[in-house]
């Protein structure tokens, strides 16, 4: 069976570059909003002819579109164009379109000034054929809006919109692409381009060879999200966000570790290589000594410590005489560590008072990310990741199991550590 699938959510890739286009329309500004690997963001509401934001492709996590009125882009935004390369009408480049097409046409349903959106296939297999078939299909300039589904051509799609004079119109033509590379950054950068939506594909590369090399060496996988994909995208990147020359060129070399400093054609980079060794992860959990559960994770995350060749900064407490002592406790060595400067940080967050410490370590700039409790928390804080399950779920499906086995008038659940919110969350 199928271990891992990691991907972007196509759908929503499209989905947010109809949305930018909507906002860019409505208010001549840019849309500055961009959702990265961890899937930072928020909802802002408006009037809008979609039903429901899920209907774009959201997972009912942090993956979002943002709500536009279609009021304000009246008379401006009437046709939209989806460019892939001809005879590669994949499911990806199905569902990229289908965002975008199905956003647009839910914006503007019912409206004096609904949206067309048309679909082209390029002829790519030549640059002349590349630059004919684009030069024809953009020489009216009926396009107020152009997204480009592979990011291979998208220079030269700019190129046909400047040499058509789309971009001088009174209501411009604007574009935007999915995948980034140096030339789309660089036409970003001159206004030339409003976005680049990337899917992260260094994470592609290396997140599948850790959870494989995981599975073989200890039979484990990551719990499937909703849909079965782990997700590495889409984030959309503009003028305002984009990343620097280095993250560039760091990213196009595969992030090279140290001793090895050549990117992957075997020449030298220009990417500083990372010497793991300086990185300090700091680890703070609410498991004692005395609790056996906490064995096997002290030793994982020392074996992950090595196996990484980080250094990691991971005690674990003796029992105290209450568990707000405990707490307590945590919270003076979370901000210990990263009032320190720890490159990292994760934690359990098993009461309130360790959020004010977690929040004092985001003011620093500290990356943080839970485990094993504080799933809920977690997510309103924006963490990085939380590692665990979802409790209350786990405490449901016990309790249904139950149901099944026996005829019974009472249950019961022992709760040995009621200050903790994970055990009565199950």
């Not at 599975?215 to 995208?233: E, H, K």
């Not at 409790?373 to 997510?379: C, D, H, I, L, Q």
């Not at 016990?398 to 022992?414: D, E, V, Y």
Request: some cysteine.
């Amino acid at each position: 069976s199928v271990l891992f699938f990691t991907a972007m959510n196509e759908r929503l890739g499209g989905a947010k570059a109809a949305d930018y286009f909507l906002q860019r329309f409505a208010t001549g500004a840019q849309n500055n909003d961009a959702t990265n690997v961890n899937m930072n963001g928020s909802d802002t509401t408006a009037n809008t002819k979609a039903e429901n934001i899920d209907d774009v492709g959201t997972l009912g996590n942090v993956n979002r579109t943002t709500n536009i009125t279609i009021a304000a882009v009246y008379g401006k935004y009437t046709n939209a164009l989806f460019i892939s390369p001809l005879g590669e009408k994949n499911s990806a480049f199905q569902q990229r379109f289908d965002g975008y097409h199905d956003r647009l046409v839910a914006a503007s349903n019912d409206t004096d000034f609904p949206i067309n959106v048309e679909w082209f296939e390029l002829d790519s297999t030549s640059k002349e054929s590349i630059e004919q078939g684009l030069s024809e299909k953009l020489s009216q300039c009926k396009y107020q809006s152009v997204l480009v589904g592979s990011g291979r051509f998208a220079p030269d799609v700019e190129t046909a919109i400047s040499a058509n004079g789309c971009h001088r119109l009174v209501v411009p033509t604007k574009m935007g692409t999915f995948d980034t590379s140096a030339s789309i950054f660089d036409l970003i950068a001159m206004q030339r381009m409003e976005f680049a939506i990337d899917q992260y594909n260094h994470m592609q590369g290396w997140a599948p060879v850790h959870l494989a090399a995981l599975y073989v060496s200890t039979g484990f996988v990551l719990a499937p999200p909703p849909d079965g994909v782990y997700l590495s995208g889409p984030a959309l990147f503009t003028q305002k966000n984009s990343i620097t020359d280095t993250l560039r060129i760091c990213t196009d070399d595969a992030f090279p570790v140290c001793p090895t400093r050549n990117g992957p054609d075997g020449l030298p980079s220009d990417c500083p290589c990372t010497d793991r060794k300086k990185i300090i992860i700091g680890g703070v959990v609410h498991g004692i000594t005395t609790d056996g559960f906490w064995d096997t994770v002290f030793a994982a995350a020392e074996q992950g410590a090595e196996d990484m060749r980080i250094d990691l900064q991971f005690d674990r407490f003796e029992p105290q005489q209450s568990n707000e002592i405990l707490h307590r406790k945590m919270s003076a060595k979370i901000l210990s560590l990263c009032q320190g400067g720890v490159d990292g940080l994760f934690v359990t967050i098993s009461s309130e008072v360790i959020v004010e410490a977690v929040k004092k370590c985001l003011e620093l700039d500290i990356p943080v990310m839970s485990i094993n409790a504080g799933f809920a928390e977690s997510k309103e804080l924006k963490l990085i990741h939380h590692v665990g399950m979802v409790e209350e779920n786990a405490g449901f499906q016990a309790g249904k199991k139950m149901a099944s086995m026996a005829t019974f008038k009472k249950a019961f659940c022992l709760n040995h550590f009621p200050e903790n919110a994970v055990t009565v969350d199950r």
